[in-house]
């Protein structure tokens, strides 16, 4: 049923970001309809046995089964590859499913991998509790500390993987740096890209080799779905497409046809995180009872040129160390009402939640100590209230301390 031509791929040959978000990747049916359609179908009937046929052995690109193709799941593909100007795009049931179809894909027992210290936890327990029972070795390396990770590198290490900003005291990783050490030593560079999103930070770019998407954060934007995807060039997402076709970890095509409508919002929405972020952190430093506040966007950081250098904004997330300890930090979280006391973030809601003793928990108390993970340590995801109200509610903390 699908047009076999997409009316306007002509026009946005050239076309800017903003606009890749809202109108790459669209593929009209003969209904002509304007926004983009739901294709709820987990099968897709043939014209003919022959038709059959030539569908099964891959001759033309039309549907056979969802967990193999799904248009709204394509269109969604095409967009977020438009937005990180990517050959191919493999999407995925969640971030999580992006990393593991990608190790599943790429590695094999006896390789070695490299991983910045302060990734995503749940990547930790994948790769250490899952990919090491298979042979996989994993060496973890402070993400600034650039000789640790040259000096990290074997004959089996096949890539180098990053997350920046980190989560949640806002490292930033020199990606165009990154990605000349992979190059010299054929390792691949991956590029955890959750934090920024496309429209703040364009890892292939600077360099890197893949990109790994959390689409349940900032590309939804709104706190209602899990998904992923791997981007990079074609020769890296084949063997990750027949991954997932394979293994079943394939995005819903309700939960892409989300993502493809939060992608239409994006940049508006990243610039408006990133600008109460910035407001919220340069107030959170004049209060005497904050410590010391951490976000790239603060001239304070002690990497927000190289952050300027590669984001064209510093993102919603921010974390602050309160004057106190647990409690103090405690009834701080305890005494704000508006602002959700939540692990997610990437949403229109302002999330607050205390790393220490949630999603930093299972590490043990010399790693949060080596990690900068203390326990006066508070991480805000901003969202998109109004700023005079987000402060207000801080304000609701400051009173508790
Ligand atoms: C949330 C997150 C993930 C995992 O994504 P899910 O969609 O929850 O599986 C991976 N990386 C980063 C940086 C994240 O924040």
């Known amino acids: 049923m699908t047009k076999s031509k997409d009316p306007i791929a002509e026009a946005l040959k050239s076309a800017k970001s903003e606009t890749l978000g809202v109108r790459a990747g669209q593929v009209r049916t003969h209904a002509d309809e304007h926004s983009e ?25 039309c549907s056979v089964y969802t967990r193999y193709t799904n248009p709204t799941v394509r269109n969604f593909e095409q967009r977020l590859a438009a937005l990180e100007s990517a050959e191919d795009c493999v999407a995925t049931s969640s971030g999580m499913g992006a990393i593991m179809s990608l190790c599943l894909a790429q590695l094999r027992s006896g390789d070695h991998i490299i991983c910045s210290s302060d990734v995503f ?9 899952f990919f090491a029972k298979f042979g996989v070795e994993i060496s973890y390396v402070k993400l600034t500390d650039m000789a640790a990770w040259r000096a990290a590198i074997k004959d089996n290490t096949r890539f180098l ?20 050490l992979a190059h010299q030593h054929d390792l691949l560079l991956v590029v955890d890209n959750c934090f920024c999103s496309p429209a703040l930070q364009k890892p292939l770019a600077l360099g890197a080799d893949i990109i790994i998407h959390s689409a349940t954060k900032y590309i939804d934007g709104q706190g209602r779905c899990l998904g992923g995807a791997v981007l990079g060039a074609e ?39 990133s600008d ?8 959170l430093e004049q209060q005497p009872s904050i410590e010391q506040v951490f976000y790239t966007g603060l001239t304070s950081h002690p990497q927000h040129q190289l952050a300027a ?3 064209s904004q510093f993102g919603g997330v921010l974390s602050f160390r309160i004057r106190g ?37 299972r590490l ?21 209230e109004a700023v005079e109200d987000i402060m207000a509610d801080f304000n609701l903390g400051l009173a508790a301390l």
């Open 276 to 283: 109460n972020a910035l407001a919220i952190a340069q107030w």
């Open 37 to 61: 359609a739901l294709f709820l179908t987990s099968s897709y009937v043939f014209d003919s046995c022959e038709d059959a046929a030539t569908r099964f052995a891959g001759e033309n690109d």
């Open 235 to 273: 020769q890296h997402i084949e063997s990750v497409r027949s991954l997932v076709r394979a293994g079943g970890p394939s995005l819903s095509p309700f939960n892409a046809w989300v993502f493809l409508k939060g992608l239409e919002t994006l940049h508006l929405r990243m610039r408006a995180h």
């Open 364 to 384: 043990s108390d010399l790693e949060r100590a080596e990690a900068g993970i203390t326990d006066n340590l508070v991480r805000v995801a901003v969202g998109l």
């Open 309 to 311: 250098s590669q984001q």
């Open 161 to 180: 993987f990053i997350e920046t900003p980190s989560n949640p005291l806002s490292q930033v990783g020199d990606i165009a740096a990154f990605a000349d």
């Open 121 to 129: 936890g749940s990547t930790v327990v994948l790769l250490n509790n």
């Open 325 to 361: 300890d647990k409690s103090a930090a405690w009834r701080f979280i305890d005494a704000t009402q508006m602002i959700s006391l939540t692990a997610n973030l990437g949403d229109a809601k302002t999330t607050i939640v205390h790393p220490a003793s949630t999603t930093h928990s």
